[in-house]
């Protein structure tokens, strides 16, 4: 009880922290950086359940995303449906791909869970980039399926455009920012209830566990499942920020970058997502100018962080 009213103080005063943001600093490319953070963070923290809370090493989050992305796009494309809607539609295919990816991993283990969930984002990437042939003809010409290597536009938005003028995107900072603190207490209720004490006793002893009830069936898809519907509403707001949705979601370099803000801010913590994701977007800023050394240095600094701070930056006043 007493760390759950911890998680809420902290939860308030970095709500209030990044709320307060675009008032102190009035630049528009400051503002727009942090909703693309609260994006990434909130796939992160998602991510966390499954990779750090069950210890099921995944790499399918960014295929979750770009699914999420991809069918509020074409529903809102096809359909014509407000995109609200369409984001909640985005969300709910998630969470059915993401369960359909636990069931396929449903039998193996560590390495080969990794291999088979990356090697199912990159068919669908490659599925994507070689989409050639017409699926219906617009007034800009023919249009692929999913858009192929131009991705998908003009699929709608949540109508802040209009609203807000050249102010939007500070709309769009607190939409990813209400998205963001959904899917962190979301996150937090379940790490510190049943469903993370099944999670983490199916993480550190599977045996024991089994032996005592605890279905692995159930709970791998259980978490699969729930950590999906955050990632793909992330995912569908992802879309009608960029105002485009391209198979450049689902490179390496943006995968291997969610990863090392999970390992950054603390595998398995609540807000280490969220700490590690503001660390690495700050020190890819300051690497942006540095050409081929900028991989280089986000490679040197998740080395640093998984050799000598395992736990990351949150862990480090853990003693166990």
Same mark, same amino acid.
């Given at each position: 009880?007493? !760390?759950?009213?911890?998680? #809420? =103080?902290?939860?308030?005063?970095?709500? @209030?922290?990044? %709320?307060?943001?675009?008032? &102190? *600093?009035?630049?528009?490319?400051?503002?727009?950086?942090?909703?693309?953070?609260?994006?990434?963070?909130?796939?992160?923290?998602?991510?966390?359940?499954?990779?750090?809370?069950?210890?099921?090493?995944?790499?399918?989050?960014?295929?979750?995303?770009?699914?999420?992305?991809?069918?509020?796009?074409?529903?809102?494309?096809?359909?014509?449906?407000?995109?609200?809607?369409?984001?909640?539609?985005?969300?709910?295919?998630?969470?059915?791909? !993401?369960?359909?990816?636990? #069931? =396929?991993?449903?039998?193996?283990?560590? @390495?080969?869970? %990794?291999?088979?969930?990356? &090697? *199912?984002?990159?068919?669908?990437?490659?599925?994507?980039?070689?989409?050639?042939?017409?699926?219906?003809?617009?007034?800009?010409?023919?249009?692929?399926?999913?858009?192929?290597?131009?991705?998908?536009?003009?699929?709608?938005?949540?109508?802040?455009?209009?609203?807000?003028?050249?102010?939007?995107?500070?709309?769009?900072?607190?939409?990813?920012?209400?998205?963001?603190?959904?899917?962190?207490?979301?996150?937090?209720?379940?790490?510190?209830?049943?469903?993370?004490?099944?999670?983490?006793?199916?993480?550190?002893?599977?045996?024991? %566990?089994?032996?005592?009830?605890?279905?692995?069936?159930?709970?791998?898809?259980?978490?699969?499942?729930?950590?999906?519907?955050?990632?793909?509403?992330?995912?569908?707001?992802?879309?009608?920020?960029?105002?485009?949705?391209?198979?450049?979601?689902?490179?390496?370099?943006?995968?291997?970058?969610?990863?090392?803000?999970?390992?950054?801010?603390?595998?398995?913590?609540?807000?280490?997502?969220?700490?590690?994701?503001?660390?690495?977007?700050?020190?890819?800023?300051?690497?942006?100018?540095?050409?081929?050394?900028?991989?280089?240095?986000?490679?040197?600094?998740?080395?640093?962080?998984?050799?000598?701070?395992?736990?990351?930056?949150?862990?480090?006043?853990?003693?166990?």
């Amino acid at each position: 009880m007493k !760390s759950g009213w911890r998680d #809420l =103080a902290i939860g308030l005063a970095t709500t @209030a922290a990044l %709320a307060a943001v675009p008032f &102190a *600093i009035d630049l528009r490319y400051v503002i727009t950086q942090g909703t693309l953070l609260f994006i990434y963070a909130t796939v992160v923290t998602q991510w966390n359940l499954v990779f750090g809370v069950a210890g099921i090493f995944s790499l399918a989050q960014m295929a979750i995303f770009a699914v999420g992305a991809y069918s509020a796009a074409m529903i809102g494309f096809y359909w014509q449906w407000p995109f609200w809607q369409a984001m909640l539609g985005g969300a709910v295919a998630a969470v059915v791909f !993401s369960t359909l990816v636990g #069931l =396929a991993c449903l039998r193996l283990r560590g @390495a080969y869970v %990794a291999l088979l969930t990356l &090697a *199912i984002a990159q068919v669908i990437y490659v599925y994507i980039v070689t989409d050639t042939e017409c699926f219906v003809q617009t007034d800009a010409g023919c249009q692929q399926l999913m858009g192929g290597t131009r991705g998908l536009q003009k699929f709608g938005d949540l109508g802040l455009r209009d609203w807000l003028k050249g102010d939007f995107y500070i709309g769009h900072y607190y939409v990813a920012l209400a998205i963001l603190m959904l899917a962190t207490a979301f996150s937090a209720v379940i790490i510190r209830g049943p469903f993370g004490l099944a999670f983490k006793a199916l993480r550190d002893n599977p045996g024991y %566990a089994m032996a005592r009830g605890i279905s692995r069936f159930k709970y791998q898809l259980w978490v699969f499942a729930l950590a999906a519907f955050f990632t793909g509403l992330a995912g569908s707001f992802y879309a009608t920020n960029a105002r485009i949705v391209g198979p450049t979601i689902l490179t390496t370099p943006l995968l291997l970058l969610l990863m090392a803000m999970m390992v950054v801010g603390g595998v398995g913590t609540i807000w280490g997502p969220l700490v590690g994701s503001i660390v690495l977007i700050l020190t890819d800023e300051a690497l942006k100018e540095a050409g081929e050394w900028r991989n280089v240095g986000l490679g040197l600094m998740l080395a640093f962080f998984a050799v000598a701070l395992p736990r990351g930056l949150v862990g480090l006043g853990r003693r166990n």
